[in-house]
């Protein structure tokens, strides 16, 4: 028996009566080509048992229907949310997600956009922490389309690259509340000062002065990182009336270890962290926490980044700030009427 002649796109287009081009529009679900001539071209498809060559087909084109998302740490609670949204926005475009774990540093930051090609993805949302000095101008030299997530860094307007962020400092909400319910003592909790520095800074600039006793740098983002920081202001001579902590998860491993020892929260001291994970309402109490707006901003970058992918034209790159929200909960409230005397 005679094998079966392989239907080609020359076949498809010569029986729908149009251009090999239009043919592959209707494939790709690519503009410019009207619905009813797309679906006449699909129906003549089914018909003929067409199967588009996609590894041939992809060449042609220059896309793989695959982009690169890059993290600082896949640990820290907030990257799921951000990692999922970016997924499900590609997904809706029928492209899949590369991750990268960047281990918040600096020189594996630029590895990712030196050697972007080898991935063979056609873009790339990348959200750096550790910004080294030439990330912008490595940046600006890729040649796929890049999309940043950024929190911390007051960015170059003239970066090559989609950017989505916060409009005001989220670190600002954090002290605001604290001196609003009466805090006078506040310490800060966090990660190294060149890691989300401007965090940091919202805390030096909301006080007239910085007693450099209450602020404790530990090495990362984590739970561990936190209660070292509990037993650090436990040992002070007089300690905080309240913390505000560089993300949640140092606020819960504070909370956490306070508990251990005794420290009451909030009636000795309130906590406060950032990110608004599901973790920070399941501790007992509950964490208040602003909202980075982790799945909204990491779906609009994604959205904007694949919005450049399939656009023929070069557009202006935008600038998109979602506004932090601050989440009252049970471990900052106003201050009780009760005193306490140096430990």
Known sequence: ????????????????????ATVSRALNNSTGISAKTKAHILQVVAEMGFVPNTSAQSLKIRQTRQIALAVPDIRNAIIPDIAWAVEQAAKQHDYRVVQINTLENARLELEVLRDIKKLHVDGLVIMPLAYPKTIESMINQTSIPVSVINYSKLLSPELKADVVGLARQEGRLVMEHLLQIGRTRIAYAGAPKDKIEERYRAYEQSLAHVDTSLVYFGEDFTFETGRQAANYFYNLKLMPDAIYAVNDMVAIGIVNRFKELGVRVPEDVAVVGIDNNLWATVTSPQISSVSIMGSEVGRLATELLLKRIQSPEPAEYERVEFEPRLIVRESSVAMKQYSRGER
């Open 1 to 20: 028996m005679a094998s079966r002649k392989k239907v080609t796109i020359e076949d498809v287009a010569k029986h729908a009566g149009v251009g090999i």
